[in-house]
Protein backbone atom coordinates (compact mmCIF):
# COMPACT_ATOMS: atom_id res chain seq x y z
CA UNK A 1 0.00 0.00 0.00
CA UNK A 2 1.03 2.84 -0.79
CA UNK A 3 1.91 6.33 1.71
CA UNK A 4 -1.09 7.99 1.01
CA UNK A 5 -2.91 5.44 1.63
CA UNK A 6 -1.68 4.43 4.92
CA UNK A 7 -2.15 7.98 6.17
CA UNK A 8 -5.67 8.45 4.39
CA UNK A 9 -6.16 4.52 6.79
CA UNK A 10 -5.02 5.87 9.66
CA UNK A 11 -7.29 9.07 9.75
CA UNK A 12 -10.23 7.45 8.54
CA UNK A 13 -11.18 6.18 12.13
CA UNK A 14 -11.06 9.54 13.93
CA UNK A 15 -13.22 11.08 11.32
CA UNK A 16 -15.73 8.95 11.62
CA UNK A 17 -15.26 9.32 15.99
CA UNK A 18 -16.12 13.12 15.58
CA UNK A 19 -19.86 14.27 14.79
CA UNK A 20 -21.19 16.26 12.29
CA UNK A 21 -23.14 18.70 12.74
CA UNK A 22 -25.86 17.28 10.92
CA UNK A 23 -25.33 13.76 13.43
CA UNK A 24 -25.41 16.32 16.37
CA UNK A 25 -28.64 17.61 15.67
CA UNK A 26 -30.03 14.02 15.03
CA UNK A 27 -28.72 12.74 18.41
CA UNK A 28 -30.53 15.67 20.25
CA UNK A 29 -33.67 15.42 18.10
CA UNK A 30 -33.96 11.64 19.71
CA UNK A 31 -33.97 12.57 23.60
CA UNK A 32 -37.39 14.62 24.58
CA UNK A 33 -37.00 18.17 24.03
CA UNK A 34 -36.83 19.52 27.83
CA UNK A 35 -37.55 23.08 28.72
CA UNK A 36 -34.39 25.45 29.70
CA UNK A 37 -33.83 25.19 33.44
CA UNK A 38 -35.45 21.50 33.29
CA UNK A 39 -35.54 19.79 36.74
CA UNK A 40 -32.74 17.61 36.05
CA UNK A 41 -30.37 20.91 35.16
CA UNK A 42 -31.13 21.81 38.78
CA UNK A 43 -30.49 18.59 40.38
CA UNK A 44 -27.07 18.26 38.32
CA UNK A 45 -26.05 21.59 39.53
CA UNK A 46 -26.56 21.10 42.91
CA UNK A 47 -24.93 17.51 43.02
CA UNK A 48 -21.89 19.11 41.67
CA UNK A 49 -21.86 22.11 43.60
CA UNK A 50 -21.48 19.56 47.02
CA UNK A 51 -18.34 18.15 45.37
CA UNK A 52 -15.74 16.23 48.22
CA UNK A 53 -13.04 18.09 48.70
CA UNK A 54 -10.96 14.94 47.42
CA UNK A 55 -12.37 16.25 44.07
CA UNK A 56 -9.88 18.79 43.57
CA UNK A 57 -10.47 21.41 46.10
CA UNK A 58 -13.86 22.48 44.33
CA UNK A 59 -16.07 22.42 47.66
CA UNK A 60 -13.12 25.02 49.22
CA UNK A 61 -13.14 27.01 45.87
CA UNK A 62 -16.77 27.59 46.10
CA UNK A 63 -16.71 28.77 49.79
CA UNK A 64 -14.32 30.76 49.00
CA UNK A 65 -16.19 32.49 46.32
CA UNK A 66 -19.16 32.45 48.08
CA UNK A 67 -17.32 34.35 51.07
CA UNK A 68 -15.60 36.75 48.72
CA UNK A 69 -18.81 37.88 46.88
CA UNK A 70 -20.51 38.23 50.73
CA UNK A 71 -17.62 40.37 52.08
CA UNK A 72 -17.79 42.18 49.08
CA UNK A 73 -21.61 42.92 48.75
CA UNK A 74 -21.62 43.91 52.40
CA UNK A 75 -18.38 46.53 51.92
CA UNK A 76 -20.64 48.07 48.96
CA UNK A 77 -23.80 48.10 51.21
CA UNK A 78 -21.97 49.55 54.12
CA UNK A 79 -19.82 52.04 52.46
CA UNK A 80 -23.07 53.69 50.40
CA UNK A 81 -25.29 54.10 53.55
CA UNK A 82 -22.43 55.62 55.62
CA UNK A 83 -22.06 58.11 52.49
CA UNK A 84 -25.54 58.60 52.44
CA UNK A 85 -26.12 58.84 56.03
CA UNK A 86 -23.37 61.83 55.93
CA UNK A 87 -24.48 63.91 53.20
CA UNK A 88 -27.87 63.62 54.67
CA UNK A 89 -27.01 64.64 58.31
CA UNK A 90 -24.84 68.09 56.82
CA UNK A 91 -27.29 69.00 54.51
CA UNK A 92 -30.19 68.82 57.29
CA UNK A 93 -27.33 70.96 60.03
CA UNK A 94 -26.78 73.33 57.50
CA UNK A 95 -30.90 73.67 56.32
CA UNK A 96 -31.81 73.08 60.43
CA UNK A 97 -29.64 76.01 62.01
CA UNK A 98 -29.00 78.66 58.79
CA UNK A 99 -30.76 80.42 56.52
CA UNK A 100 -31.96 78.84 52.71
CA UNK A 101 -31.25 82.14 51.60
CA UNK A 102 -29.60 85.30 52.37
CA UNK A 103 -30.68 88.70 50.90
CA UNK A 104 -27.36 91.24 51.21
CA UNK A 105 -27.27 95.19 50.43
CA UNK A 106 -25.38 95.77 47.16
CA UNK A 107 -23.59 98.36 49.13
CA UNK A 108 -23.22 102.34 49.33
CA UNK A 109 -20.03 104.50 50.25
CA UNK A 110 -20.56 106.26 53.86
CA UNK A 111 -19.13 109.78 54.47
CA UNK A 112 -16.08 108.27 56.35
CA UNK A 113 -15.26 106.45 53.06
CA UNK A 114 -16.51 102.94 54.42
CA UNK A 115 -18.49 100.34 52.61
CA UNK A 116 -21.85 100.06 53.92
CA UNK A 117 -23.49 96.85 53.46
CA UNK A 118 -26.68 96.96 55.75
CA UNK A 119 -30.34 97.67 55.40
CA UNK A 120 -32.16 100.74 56.08
CA UNK A 121 -35.43 99.72 55.39
CA UNK A 122 -35.32 95.86 56.21
CA UNK A 123 -38.57 95.80 57.46
CA UNK A 124 -40.17 96.49 54.24
CA UNK A 125 -37.92 94.54 51.93
CA UNK A 126 -38.77 91.50 54.91
CA UNK A 127 -42.62 92.17 54.65
CA UNK A 128 -42.44 91.92 50.45
CA UNK A 129 -40.04 89.24 50.77
CA UNK A 130 -42.54 86.87 53.04
CA UNK A 131 -45.02 87.43 50.68
CA UNK A 132 -43.13 85.65 47.67
CA UNK A 133 -45.07 82.12 47.08
CA UNK A 134 -42.74 79.30 48.31
CA UNK A 135 -40.82 81.81 51.31
CA UNK A 136 -41.94 80.53 55.05
CA UNK A 137 -40.66 83.18 56.53
CA UNK A 138 -38.38 86.61 56.03
CA UNK A 139 -36.37 87.89 58.93
CA UNK A 140 -33.83 90.75 59.86
CA UNK A 141 -30.86 89.74 61.04
CA UNK A 142 -27.57 91.19 62.43
CA UNK A 143 -23.83 89.70 62.41
CA UNK A 144 -21.04 90.39 64.22
CA UNK A 145 -17.80 88.78 65.46
CA UNK A 146 -16.91 89.03 69.33
CA UNK A 147 -14.54 87.43 72.07
CA UNK A 148 -16.63 85.56 74.36
CA UNK A 149 -15.07 85.50 77.79
CA UNK A 150 -16.31 83.37 80.89
CA UNK A 151 -14.61 81.29 83.95
CA UNK A 152 -11.62 83.42 83.14
CA UNK A 153 -11.55 81.41 79.62
CA UNK A 154 -11.89 83.35 76.23
CA UNK A 155 -13.55 82.26 73.22
CA UNK A 156 -14.30 83.51 70.08
CA UNK A 157 -17.93 83.82 68.50
CA UNK A 158 -20.16 85.05 66.03
CA UNK A 159 -23.30 87.16 66.86
CA UNK A 160 -26.78 86.74 65.38
CA UNK A 161 -29.18 89.42 66.43
CA UNK A 162 -32.46 87.68 65.41
CA UNK A 163 -36.06 88.61 67.16
CA UNK A 164 -37.23 85.88 69.39
CA UNK A 165 -39.98 84.81 67.37
CA UNK A 166 -37.91 84.11 64.48
CA UNK A 167 -35.39 82.08 66.86
CA UNK A 168 -38.07 79.59 67.37
CA UNK A 169 -38.35 79.43 63.48
CA UNK A 170 -35.16 77.62 63.25
CA UNK A 171 -35.50 73.73 63.26
CA UNK A 172 -32.28 72.91 65.25
CA UNK A 173 -31.69 76.23 67.47
CA UNK A 174 -35.19 76.92 68.61
CA UNK A 175 -37.73 74.83 66.51
CA UNK A 176 -39.26 71.60 67.16
CA UNK A 177 -35.74 69.72 66.27
CA UNK A 178 -33.61 71.84 68.69
CA UNK A 179 -31.98 69.84 71.56
CA UNK A 180 -31.31 72.47 73.98
CA UNK A 181 -31.84 73.20 78.10
CA UNK A 182 -32.76 76.26 79.79
CA UNK A 183 -35.88 78.95 79.17
CA UNK A 184 -36.55 80.22 75.83
CA UNK A 185 -38.86 82.46 76.97
CA UNK A 186 -36.55 84.35 78.43
CA UNK A 187 -34.58 85.25 75.31
CA UNK A 188 -35.26 88.74 75.49
CA UNK A 189 -33.75 89.15 78.80
CA UNK A 190 -30.31 87.04 77.82
CA UNK A 191 -28.33 85.40 74.67
CA UNK A 192 -28.73 81.98 73.62
CA UNK A 193 -24.95 80.38 72.70
CA UNK A 194 -23.91 76.84 71.63
CA UNK A 195 -23.10 73.84 73.71
CA UNK A 196 -19.70 74.03 72.45
CA UNK A 197 -19.09 77.54 73.80
CA UNK A 198 -21.09 76.45 77.35
CA UNK A 199 -18.05 73.89 77.28
CA UNK A 200 -15.25 75.36 76.37
CA UNK A 201 -15.78 78.21 78.80
CA UNK A 202 -17.16 76.34 81.34
CA UNK A 203 -21.12 78.42 81.69
CA UNK A 204 -24.20 76.84 82.44
CA UNK A 205 -27.89 77.83 82.18
CA UNK A 206 -27.93 81.72 84.20
CA UNK A 207 -24.77 81.92 84.55
CA UNK A 208 -23.08 85.59 82.82
CA UNK A 209 -20.78 86.02 79.68
CA UNK A 210 -19.03 88.67 79.02
CA UNK A 211 -18.77 89.80 75.31
CA UNK A 212 -15.89 91.65 73.92
CA UNK A 213 -16.33 93.96 70.37
CA UNK A 214 -13.29 95.71 69.21
CA UNK A 215 -15.83 98.45 67.10
CA UNK A 216 -17.63 100.04 70.42
CA UNK A 217 -18.28 103.22 71.76
CA UNK A 218 -17.31 105.83 69.94
CA UNK A 219 -15.76 109.10 71.52
CA UNK A 220 -13.77 112.24 70.88
CA UNK A 221 -10.54 109.78 71.43
CA UNK A 222 -11.84 107.28 68.57
CA UNK A 223 -13.51 104.23 69.01
CA UNK A 224 -13.45 102.08 72.30
CA UNK A 225 -13.95 98.17 72.84
CA UNK A 226 -17.47 97.54 73.80
CA UNK A 227 -18.24 95.20 77.05
CA UNK A 228 -21.12 93.46 77.65
CA UNK A 229 -22.64 90.71 79.98
CA UNK A 230 -25.37 89.04 79.45
CA UNK A 231 -27.16 86.47 81.26
CA UNK A 232 -27.27 82.78 79.55
CA UNK A 233 -30.80 82.05 78.99
CA UNK A 234 -30.32 78.76 76.36
CA UNK A 235 -27.62 76.78 75.27
CA UNK A 236 -28.76 74.78 72.04
CA UNK A 237 -27.00 71.81 70.20
CA UNK A 238 -27.43 72.16 66.70
CA UNK A 239 -25.32 68.90 65.65
CA UNK A 240 -22.84 70.77 63.44
CA UNK A 241 -19.15 70.78 65.67
CA UNK A 242 -18.63 74.42 63.92
CA UNK A 243 -22.06 75.81 64.81
CA UNK A 244 -22.67 75.13 68.77
CA UNK A 245 -18.96 76.03 68.85
CA UNK A 246 -18.95 79.42 67.34
CA UNK A 247 -22.82 80.40 67.79
CA UNK A 248 -24.47 83.34 69.70
CA UNK A 249 -27.82 84.13 69.28
CA UNK A 250 -29.06 87.64 70.62
CA UNK A 251 -32.39 89.66 70.51
CA UNK A 252 -31.93 91.62 67.31
CA UNK A 253 -32.97 95.11 69.55
CA UNK A 254 -29.75 94.74 71.68
CA UNK A 255 -27.30 93.70 68.82
CA UNK A 256 -28.64 96.80 66.97
CA UNK A 257 -27.27 98.59 69.60
CA UNK A 258 -24.23 96.68 70.57
CA UNK A 259 -22.70 96.85 66.94
CA UNK A 260 -23.98 100.44 66.26
CA UNK A 261 -26.67 99.48 64.03
CA UNK A 262 -29.49 101.43 65.14
CA UNK A 263 -32.39 101.04 62.41
CA UNK A 264 -30.22 98.51 60.54
CA UNK A 265 -30.11 95.18 59.56
CA UNK A 266 -27.39 93.45 57.94
CA UNK A 267 -29.06 90.58 56.10
CA UNK A 268 -31.91 89.44 55.40
CA UNK A 269 -32.41 85.50 56.34
CA UNK A 270 -35.10 83.47 54.65
CA UNK A 271 -36.66 80.35 55.22
CA UNK A 272 -38.51 78.47 52.45
CA UNK A 273 -40.59 75.54 51.86
CA UNK A 274 -38.86 73.39 49.56
CA UNK A 275 -34.92 73.86 49.88
CA UNK A 276 -34.01 71.54 46.85
CA UNK A 277 -35.60 73.82 44.52
CA UNK A 278 -34.40 77.16 46.36
CA UNK A 279 -32.49 78.35 42.63
CA UNK A 280 -36.14 78.70 41.26
CA UNK A 281 -37.16 81.14 44.44
CA UNK A 282 -33.50 83.13 43.31
CA UNK A 283 -35.39 85.40 40.72
CA UNK A 284 -38.83 86.35 42.64
CA UNK A 285 -36.77 86.85 45.56
CA UNK A 286 -34.58 89.75 43.99
CA UNK A 287 -37.46 91.61 42.13
CA UNK A 288 -39.16 91.88 45.69
CA UNK A 289 -35.55 92.76 47.82
CA UNK A 290 -35.23 95.30 44.83
CA UNK A 291 -32.58 96.42 43.03
CA UNK A 292 -29.43 96.88 45.62
CA UNK A 293 -30.17 93.15 47.14
CA UNK A 294 -27.52 90.08 46.39
CA UNK A 295 -28.87 86.53 46.77
CA UNK A 296 -26.76 84.25 48.36
CA UNK A 297 -28.15 80.37 48.56
CA UNK A 298 -27.87 77.60 50.67
CA UNK A 299 -26.36 75.89 47.68
CA UNK A 300 -24.19 78.75 46.68
CA UNK A 301 -22.25 78.46 50.76
CA UNK A 302 -21.92 74.44 51.10
CA UNK A 303 -22.10 73.91 46.52
CA UNK A 304 -18.18 72.79 46.73
CA UNK A 305 -18.42 70.46 49.64
CA UNK A 306 -21.45 68.60 48.41
CA UNK A 307 -19.72 68.44 44.63
CA UNK A 308 -16.93 66.93 46.34
CA UNK A 309 -19.14 64.57 48.29
CA UNK A 310 -20.56 63.78 45.17
CA UNK A 311 -17.21 62.76 43.21
CA UNK A 312 -16.19 60.77 46.71
CA UNK A 313 -19.55 58.92 46.30
CA UNK A 314 -18.86 58.03 42.65
CA UNK A 315 -15.42 57.08 43.03
CA UNK A 316 -15.74 54.51 46.18
CA UNK A 317 -18.37 53.11 44.25
CA UNK A 318 -15.88 52.46 41.50
CA UNK A 319 -13.31 51.05 43.48
CA UNK A 320 -16.12 49.00 45.69
CA UNK A 321 -17.61 47.73 42.44
CA UNK A 322 -13.80 46.60 41.32
CA UNK A 323 -14.23 44.81 44.29
CA UNK A 324 -16.81 42.92 43.62
CA UNK A 325 -15.45 41.77 40.58
CA UNK A 326 -12.62 40.44 42.01
CA UNK A 327 -14.49 38.30 43.80
CA UNK A 328 -17.13 37.23 41.05
CA UNK A 329 -13.92 36.26 39.31
CA UNK A 330 -13.04 33.48 42.25
CA UNK A 331 -16.57 31.86 40.79
CA UNK A 332 -14.79 31.98 37.70
CA UNK A 333 -11.61 29.99 39.44
CA UNK A 334 -14.25 27.37 40.74
CA UNK A 335 -16.12 26.81 37.74
CA UNK A 336 -12.87 26.23 36.07
CA UNK A 337 -11.82 23.66 38.33
CA UNK A 338 -15.30 21.90 38.14
CA UNK A 339 -15.28 21.68 34.30
CA UNK A 340 -11.56 20.04 34.51
CA UNK A 341 -12.62 17.75 36.95
CA UNK A 342 -16.05 16.70 35.42
CA UNK A 343 -14.60 16.25 32.11
CA UNK A 344 -15.88 12.56 32.30
CA UNK A 345 -19.33 13.58 33.52
CA UNK A 346 -19.74 16.08 31.27
CA UNK A 347 -18.74 13.45 27.58
CA UNK A 348 -21.09 10.89 29.86
CA UNK A 349 -24.16 13.36 29.65
CA UNK A 350 -23.40 14.49 25.93
CA UNK A 351 -23.58 10.67 24.82
CA UNK A 352 -26.32 9.95 27.10
CA UNK A 353 -28.31 13.33 24.75
CA UNK A 354 -27.31 16.32 26.94
CA UNK A 355 -27.38 19.19 24.79
CA UNK A 356 -24.75 22.15 24.72
CA UNK A 357 -27.21 24.51 25.80
CA UNK A 358 -28.07 21.59 28.67
CA UNK A 359 -24.95 21.77 29.95
CA UNK A 360 -23.92 25.32 29.67
CA UNK A 361 -27.19 25.92 31.74
CA UNK A 362 -26.22 23.43 34.68
CA UNK A 363 -22.51 25.05 34.80
CA UNK A 364 -24.52 28.95 34.68
CA UNK A 365 -26.51 27.09 37.85
CA UNK A 366 -23.50 26.39 39.81
CA UNK A 367 -22.29 29.89 39.55
CA UNK A 368 -25.03 31.96 39.55
CA UNK A 369 -25.71 29.95 42.62
CA UNK A 370 -22.79 31.43 44.30
CA UNK A 371 -23.83 34.20 43.38
CA UNK A 372 -26.61 34.79 44.65
CA UNK A 373 -25.97 33.14 48.19
CA UNK A 374 -23.12 35.46 48.08
CA UNK A 375 -25.25 38.15 47.56
CA UNK A 376 -28.02 37.48 49.56
CA UNK A 377 -25.53 36.53 52.79
CA UNK A 378 -23.75 40.41 51.51
CA UNK A 379 -27.21 42.44 51.76
CA UNK A 380 -28.21 40.93 55.40
CA UNK A 381 -24.48 42.04 57.03
CA UNK A 382 -25.13 45.07 54.99
CA UNK A 383 -28.40 46.15 56.19
CA UNK A 384 -27.55 45.07 59.87
CA UNK A 385 -24.56 47.32 59.73
CA UNK A 386 -26.55 50.41 58.65
CA UNK A 387 -29.06 49.92 61.08
CA UNK A 388 -27.44 49.10 63.96
CA UNK A 389 -24.63 51.26 63.49
CA UNK A 390 -24.68 53.25 66.70
CA UNK A 391 -24.18 50.11 69.21
CA UNK A 392 -21.24 49.16 66.22
CA UNK A 393 -19.57 52.30 66.06
CA UNK A 394 -20.01 52.56 70.17
CA UNK A 395 -18.08 49.18 70.63
CA UNK A 396 -15.54 49.76 68.15
CA UNK A 397 -15.06 53.24 70.09
CA UNK A 398 -14.67 51.21 73.59
CA UNK A 399 -12.27 48.91 72.61
CA UNK A 400 -10.55 51.50 70.93
CA UNK A 401 -9.88 53.42 74.06
CA UNK A 402 -12.28 56.38 72.95
CA UNK A 403 -11.60 59.12 70.69
CA UNK A 404 -11.98 57.52 67.17
CA UNK A 405 -14.81 60.23 65.46
CA UNK A 406 -13.59 63.76 66.27
CA UNK A 407 -16.50 66.01 65.65
CA UNK A 408 -14.04 69.30 65.54
CA UNK A 409 -12.45 67.48 62.45
CA UNK A 410 -15.70 66.16 60.82
CA UNK A 411 -17.89 68.04 62.09
CA UNK A 412 -20.87 65.94 62.58
CA UNK A 413 -20.70 64.47 66.72
CA UNK A 414 -21.37 60.73 65.22
CA UNK A 415 -21.09 58.12 62.39
CA UNK A 416 -24.26 58.28 60.42
CA UNK A 417 -25.88 56.14 58.24
CA UNK A 418 -29.15 56.16 55.27
CA UNK A 419 -29.97 53.18 54.15
CA UNK A 420 -31.86 53.22 51.05
CA UNK A 421 -33.41 50.58 48.62
CA UNK A 422 -31.39 52.60 45.88
CA UNK A 423 -28.29 51.69 46.76
CA UNK A 424 -29.10 48.38 47.80
CA UNK A 425 -30.39 47.57 44.54
CA UNK A 426 -27.34 49.31 42.81
CA UNK A 427 -25.18 46.58 45.00
CA UNK A 428 -27.42 43.72 44.55
CA UNK A 429 -27.49 44.53 40.26
CA UNK A 430 -24.08 44.89 40.37
CA UNK A 431 -23.19 41.42 42.09
CA UNK A 432 -25.59 39.37 40.14
CA UNK A 433 -24.83 41.03 36.94
CA UNK A 434 -20.72 40.47 37.25
CA UNK A 435 -21.71 36.92 39.14
CA UNK A 436 -23.57 36.14 35.86
CA UNK A 437 -21.14 37.65 33.14
CA UNK A 438 -17.99 35.89 34.64
CA UNK A 439 -20.15 32.55 35.13
CA UNK A 440 -21.13 32.05 31.12
CA UNK A 441 -17.85 32.29 30.37
CA UNK A 442 -16.22 28.48 31.77
CA UNK A 443 -20.26 27.79 31.62
CA UNK A 444 -19.86 27.96 27.44
CA UNK A 445 -15.96 26.33 27.71
CA UNK A 446 -17.59 23.13 29.00
CA UNK A 447 -20.55 23.02 26.78
CA UNK A 448 -18.76 23.06 23.95
CA UNK A 449 -16.57 20.27 24.75
CA UNK A 450 -16.53 17.31 22.54
CA UNK A 451 -17.82 13.69 24.37
CA UNK A 452 -14.80 12.26 22.78
CA UNK A 453 -12.64 14.68 24.00
CA UNK A 454 -13.61 14.57 27.06
CA UNK A 455 -13.50 10.53 27.57
CA UNK A 456 -10.22 10.02 25.28
CA UNK A 457 -8.17 9.85 28.49
CA UNK A 458 -10.70 7.92 30.97
Not at 23 to 50: D, Q, V
Not at 224 to 244: K, S
Amino acid sequence: MRLPEVQAARSRPRRRARLTAPARRATSAAMPAAPPFARYEWMIAWRYLRARRAEGGVSAMTWISLIGITLAVFALIATLAVRAGFRAEFVDTILGANAHVTLYAAGRMTEAGTLDRSFTDHDAIAARVAEVPGVVRAAPLIRGQVMATGNGRNAGAEVYGIAAADLRTIPRVGGPQAEGIGDLDRFDQGVAIGSGIARELGLAVGDRIRLISPDGVRTAFGTAPRVNAYEVVWIFTAGRWDIDRTRIYMPIAEAQAYFNREGRADEIEVMVADPDRVEDLTLPLLRAAGPSALVWTWRDSAGSFLRALTIEDNVMFVILSILVLIAAMNIVSGLIMLVKNKGRDIGILRTMGLTEGAVLRVFFLCGAAIGIAGTAAGVVLGCAFAVWIDPIFAAVNYLSGGGVWDPSIRGLYHLPAQLRAEDVGRAVALSLGLSFVVTWFPARRAARMHPVEALRHE
